[in-house]
Structures are given as structure tokens and as C-alpha cells.
T-cell receptor, first 112, second 115 residues
Framework: DTAVSQTPKYLVTQMGNDKSIKCEQN?????MYWYKQDSKKFLKIMFS???????INETVPNRFSPKSPDKAHLNLHINSLELGDSAVYFC???????????FGSGTRLTVV | GENVEQHPSTLSVQEGDSAVIKCTYS??????FPWYKQELGKRPQLIID?????GEKKDQRIAVTLNKTAKHFSLHITETQPEDSAVYFC??????????????FGTGTRLKVLA
């Protein structure tokens, strides 16, 4: 009965590989987000989708491609992984009419 | 551009004392200010929030104050306990863009409550 779930929780991979992180929410929210938290704990927005439509696309390398097959899912695919991509990636969701976020438990990505 | 500054970056207090964390935002259109608590290895969780039409809000040992003129807001934790130890983030948002609310987060404050 987890509200916002991300998989995998941990991901260790080599430079140059392609990987995906999946996010699902069962709260009935229509807006979903990806945030990146770096080693200094700074949280920075990457993308936001509202009803499967990309609304926010911050300055993120085009190696990062989000995909929202439906309102309850927002996946993040990363091509040609680099050392600097190592971070914790958080998915979050909210209602389009409300400010409040619910975060997922995060995916710790380590690129070696 | 939009910016939220947060101070201090680390804060140590004795159990039972009060802790205050301050944030300053740059965009005067910001109208919603949440505070999140992130325990080690866990997700950020909302602990309190305030909207721009209110100057102060309190929830048990936690309170938030907002000064719109000065563009700063603060988190106050009274009677701190060891379980209050965590990283605290402030954030600012200026409303929905096509149904999505973008937060600009502060850089975080690591609070340690010493028993």
C-alpha cells in the first residue's frame, strides 16, 4: 500500500551503460516529478508531468529521458551513464490543484 | 533566477533547547513555503507549510513564520528531542504551471540534537 514507489532502490552500474528507474503512485495524483539529490543533499527538479504531458523540463542533459505511460507512472531512462550522474533520484507526486508533494523512497544510483 | 538560501548548513543543539532555521527567497511571486524533514537514508517528508496570506503557523513543537516584505521564512522547533535530528529543507513555490507546482529547495540544514 506504498503511496509512491520507486524501483530499484539501489542501482550500481558502469559508465556508458543505459539504465531505467521506475516510479508508480497509487494516490490518484495527476502530477509527477523527478528530483535529483546530489552528494551535498541539494534537491533539484529535473522534470514534471501533468496528466502524461511534460510541463517542466529543467536544464538536464538529453541523456535523461522521462516517460509517462499514464498518470500513475513516470519512468526515467538514462543513456550513456557518467560518473557525475551518481546521486539519489526521487520521484514525487501531487494533485494539480494542490501544492503538497509525496516523495518516493528514492533510488541511489552509483556509476563506477 | 529563482533562488532559496538556507542557513545554517549545520546546527547542533542540546536536547530540550530550541532550533531555528532561516530561509530567504528571491522570487516575490512565491506564495507557498513548505518545510521537509529528511532522516538519514529516507525520503523527504512534509512537516509543516505556510501560505503567503498567513504570517505564522504552529503545529505542536514546530512553527513557521513568514515575512513577505523581507522575503524570508523560518522554522522553529521547541523542546528538541534526539528524533528531531535530520536534514531539514525549506522550499518556495509560486503556484501551478499547467497543473504542476515546482519547488525551489534550499540547500538543507543538518540538525543534530545532542542528548
Amino acid at each position: 500500500d506504498t503511496a509512491v514507489s520507486q524501483t530499484p532502490k539501489y542501482l550500481v552500474t558502469q559508465m556508458g551503460n543505459d539504465k531505467s528507474i521506475k516510479c508508480e503512485q497509487n494516490l490518484g495524483h495527476d502530477t509527477m516529478y523527478w528530483y535529483k539529490q546530489d552528494s551535498k543533499k541539494f534537491l533539484k527538479i529535473m522534470f514534471s508531468y501533468n496528466n502524461k504531458e511534460l510541463i517542466i523540463n529543467e536544464t538536464v542533459p538529453n541523456r535523461f529521458s522521462p516517460k509517462s505511460p499514464d498518470k500513475a507512472h513516470l519512468n526515467l531512462h538514462i543513456n550513456s551513464l557518467e560518473l557525475g550522474d551518481s546521486a539519489v533520484y526521487f520521484c514525487a507526486s501531487s494533485r494539480s490543484t494542490s501544492y503538497g508533494y509525496t516523495f518516493g523512497s528514492g533510488t541511489r544510483l552509483t556509476v563506477v | 533566477g529563482e533562488n532559496v538560501e538556507q542557513h545554517p548548513s549545520t546546527l547542533s543543539v542540546q536536547e530540550g533547547d530550541s532550533a531555528v532555521i532561516k530561509c530567504t527567497y528571491s522570487d516575490s511571486a512565491s506564495n507557498y513555503f513548505p518545510w521537509y524533514k529528511q532522516e538519514l537514508g529516507k525520503r523527504p517528508q512534509l512537516i509543516i507549510d505556510i501560505r503567503s496570506n498567513v504570517g505564522e503557523k504552529k503545529d505542536q513543537r514546530i512553527a513557521v513564520t513568514l515575512n513577505k516584505t523581507a522575503k524570508h521564512f523560518s522554522l522553529h522547533i521547541t523542546e528538541t528531542q534526539p528524533e528531531d535530528s535530520a536534514v531539514y529543507f525549506c522550499a518556495a513555490s509560486k503556484g501551478a504551471t499547467s497543473g504542476t507546482y515546482k519547488y525551489i529547495f534550499g540547500t538543507g540544514t543538518r540538525l543534530k540534537v545532542l542528548a
